[in-house]
Each structure stands twice: as structure tokens, then as C-alpha cells.
């Protein structure tokens, strides 16, 4: 009886054993298919970005052929902006330089304003044909002044025999003026010589005033500087009181606000439209009705704009929002890159990294502000060098990754050099992050935690929904 229990118990013990070795076998294979599958989606998801990138960048290209071609004309602020979008492409600059080029060489006197090489050949075979009109008058014109000049020749020949004898006449008369000259000139040597005894004296005189004079420009000068440094010090003082009593900028104020909500239709709309500078695919930050500052406050929403039906009303709908704080009707929205009326200014400086995959996305970046309405007064480029200027309308410097040791010391001195340019002009530094979320940007992922993850996990109730367009936008 012992033996078959024993005998049983170690048949138990095979069998645990073979389940354990299989249960060990399926979940490396498991793990090992769930690992590769991960590696192919990362590089399908990197593959999208360059194929969205090169998408962008053809689009761009196809509008500015279409500008050249007169098929779909862009004002210059577009086209500024279209060119940012490019990101360096020389043979589109090159196409844009000759379009300019011969637009200056062969537009000359076009009265319209879309000429592009459509209108061109249009315009120049009407010069042509103005400029043969002109030929031929101008050939008629010719034989008349031909004709005209021969009567002129037969009056000349006339008045030249009647001036030689008025020669001798003259001949006369200037023997007697010369003897009235000589006699004049002495006297001018006369009283030339009385002058400069007296120059010396006045020379004294004139060296005295001078002297006063100087002193007296010093002492203005050094009273000069310091009302300068008292002025920049009452500018410093006053632009921290304004600070401290909520009086900023304009910048920093919302643009606008929420008008209507639909929960329903996740859907907003806001008292911004056209006459405001709005477009579609504007993202805007949502605030809180209740908050008094911009920058310092908590951002409860971001929205998209979908249409601009009036001039000051538009349709967006919500990209995030709270749970607990939804969206509501009278809340805040703003951006740093857009002002009524006004043209925000930025200076990008350092590593422009979004994403952080140690690639750079300046061109990303320049886009995002530049579609907000921004400009970009200057930038610091891959090769250390700086293309634009900063300038007292510069708003923000951008400030992206700092140069470390192992960047090249061109690309250093340049990040050194902008900065130090924003500091002496005062002008307001943000990093890329802050820009980013101020500006209501969202990357491309589903779930955006507002806060920390605490020790046992992420605090849901700290995190936006995302929302989801419906099919059709109710009207």
C-alpha cells in the first residue's frame, strides 16, 4: 500500500513538473512574439512620421508651383509661411528666385495683380504689339524731324552771319569791360589783404567759443546718461508694478472665450471668427471662467477649430477635457502664438525635440506657430548659424535643449548668442514644453495625464478624456 502511494506520488511530481517546463516554454514564446511585434510598430509608427513630413512638404511645393502658375494665387504672408513649411527646399527657392526674377524682368508696366506665367505671355505680347505701334510712329516722327531739321540748318546758317557780325561788336565792348574788371580786382586784393590781418583774432575768438562750447556738450552728455539711467530704471519699476498688479502684457491675456457648449457633439463654439485672424486646425488651451492670469493657470481643455463661420464666431471640437471640470460656456481659450490684431513674434534657440526621440522637429515646431499665426523673426540652424535677427517685437525666445559639450562649438555660440540678445532686448524666454501645452498642442497619443503617477499606479481622476469628431457637426 506505501509502494503504491509513493508510486503515485511520483507520477504527480512527473506530470507537475512537465506542465511547468510547458507553461515556461508558452510564456517565452509569448513574451518573445508580444517584444516583436512592439519593435515592428515603433517602426511602422517612424515610417508615418516621414511619410506625413514628406507629405507636408509636397503639399507646400504644390502651392507654391500653383502660386507661380497663377492657379492659385497666396498673398505674401502666405507664401512666408508656405516657405517656412519647406524646410530648406533650395530647388523650390531656386524656382521661386527665377519666378521673381522674371516676373521684375518681363512684368514691367503690368497693370494687374495676379501676373504669373499664365497672364505673362498675355501681358508681353500686348507690349510687343504696343511697342511696333511705337516703331512706327516713332519712324513717322523721324522723317518730320528729319524735314524739320533741315529748316533749322537754313535759319542757323542765316544767324550765323548776322552773329559774326555782331562779333566784331562784341569784340569792342569786351576791351572795355576787361579795363572795368582789372580795375575791380584791385581793389578785391585790397581789401582781401585788410581781411587777413583780422582772421588771426577771429580765430581766437572762434577756438575760445568752441572750448565753452564742448565743455558745455560733456556736461549735457553726463547729464544725459543719467536721466537714461534713471528712465531704465523707472521702466524696470513700473514694468514690475504693472506685473505684480495683473496689468501684462497683452500677450498674455485669453484671446477669447466659449460661447456655447454641446457635450453631446463634443462640440464647442467661440466668439473668434475670420475677422479675427481664425482658421480651421487652430488649438487653442481652455481655462477655467474662474481664472484671473494666463501663464500661471491650470489648463482644463484643449479644442480644435473645425469651422470659422462668422466674423467673429467659429466651431471647434474638443481634442481633451476633465471629467470632473468639463468645458463650460463663458471659459477662457489661448495661445501664446496668436493675438487679435497683432502678430505674435518667436526666435526658436536649441534642440527643438517634440518627441522626444533625439531627432530634431524645428520644422514641426515652425509650423505649428507659424499655422497659429505666429512669425518667426529668427532661428538657430543645425550648423550653429542664425538665420533672421531678434528684435524688440520679438514676444518669446524659445529656448528647446541646450548644446552640451559634445555639440560643435559653432552651435553653442550661437544658443549663447541668442540668449544673451533676448536678455539685453527683454525679451521673454519659453521653453519648448511650456510653448507647447500653452499653446493646447496634442501628440499624438490617447490619454494625457495631467499629474504624477502616485506609488501604486496613475490617479485617474488627474487625467483628460480625449474625444473623439462625430461623423457630422450638428448646424
Partial sequence: MAARESQGLQVALILFVMVTVVLAVTTYLYFRRAEENVQRYLAKAEEAKREKDTTMKLQFENQILKHILGHDRKTEAELNSIKQGLGGNKQIEQILADYDKHMKMYGAGYGGQDLSYTTLPEHLITAINARNKNLVDADALAKNLERERENVRRAEAARATKAEQSLVAVQSDATAEREKFNLERDRIIGEGTKIAKIIPQKNDIIAKVTSEAQAKQEEMARQLSQVSTLLESEKERRA?????????????????????????????????????????????????????????????????????????????????????????????????????????RFALAGMMDIDKDGKSDQTQVKSLITMMGGVIDAELLDDGSIAGKLTAETRYLVKGDRPTDKTNQKLIDGFTTMTGEATRLGIETITLDSLLDRMGYVPDRRVVPMSRPSATGDAPSDTFRPRTAPATAPR
Avoid at 255 to 278: F, Q, Y
Avoid at 292 to 312: C, D, N
Fill in 240 to 344: 514690475k508694478l504693472e506685473k505684480d498688479m495683473g496689468f501684462g502684457d497683452t500677450h498674455e491675456r485669453p484671446d477669447g472665450e466659449v460661447t456655447l457648449v454641446n457635450s453631446r457633439a463634443n462640440t464647442v463654439w467661440i466668439n473668434l471668427g475670420s475677422a479675427d485672424g481664425i482658421d480651421r486646425q487652430m488649438i487653442f488651451s481652455v481655462i477655467d471662467q474662474k481664472e484671473t492670469g494666463v501663464t500661471k493657470s491650470k489648463i482644463k481643455g484643449r479644442i480644435e477649430i473645425t469651422r470659422v463661420m462668422e466674423a467673429h464666431s467659429a466651431e471647434a471640437r474638443i481634442l481633451e477635457d476633465e471629467l470632473a471640470n468639463p468645458i463650460m460656456r463663458g471659459d477662457k481659450i489661448y495661445s501664446p502664438s496668436f493675438h487679435k490684431g497683432r502678430k505674435v
